[in-house]
């Protein structure tokens, strides 16, 4: 069976809005490591429409020589959409929100790596609500924003995570592993 990880830079606060307006400063090669470790055992992504079009619009006008851009732009990805029509992002497949917790556990029964949630924090918390994330990964930068939309908004039931692993970066980010309960 295959793993549903999830990804997320954080900053101390909770935000996880809009990270590119925020996160470079923090981007060291741990961070880089960490995101590639963790990009390098999914063969598949799910996306949320939003975190798709951006992610979309920016890999396909990257070099195939650039490792990450390669694996994004090769293997699967599932995007979670009401509202998109069409989905060009070479290997991607449109997926409705009728019958959606049954499609991701077809997806997630099937042989292969990891399926990785990159963004898309509302996916992802309909995920944990609906019991189907496995791990959640959280790269919580030594930032304080004030403002910005959050991972937890307050809308989940409660819910038990473990930590399965922790590492503090030269830089102050925290690298920290939850597999749900």
């Keep these: 069976m295959r793993t549903l990880t999830a990804g997320f830079f954080v900053s101390l606060d909770g935000v996880v809005e809009a990270p590119y307006t925020w996160h470079f400063p923090y981007l060291t090669d741990q961070v880089t490591e960490a995101v590639t470790a963790m990009t390098a055992k999914a063969d598949a992504m799910l996306f949320g429409r939003h975190t798709y079009q951006e992610f979309a619009s920016h890999w396909t006008t990257q070099p ?76 919580v930068h030594p930032v304080v924003l004030g403002a910005g939309a959050r991972l937890f908004d307050g809308a989940l039931p409660r819910r038990a995570l473990t930590l399965a692993r922790s590492a503090t970066l030269d830089n102050g980010t925290l690298h920290l592993t939850y597999r749900t309960a």
């Design 64 to 139: 195939d020589d650039d490792p990450l851009a390669f694996h994004l732009n090769s293997i699967a990805k599932y995007v979670v959409s009401g509202t998109l029509e069409k989905a060009d992002w070479q290997n991607t497949t449109l997926l409705g929100p009728e019958g959606l917790a049954g499609r991701i556990t077809e997806l997630k029964q099937q042989a292969g790596g990891d399926i990785a949630v990159s963004g898309s924090a509302t996916l992802v918390r309909w995920l944990l609500a609906n019991e189907l994330l496995d791990e959640l990964t959280l790269l």
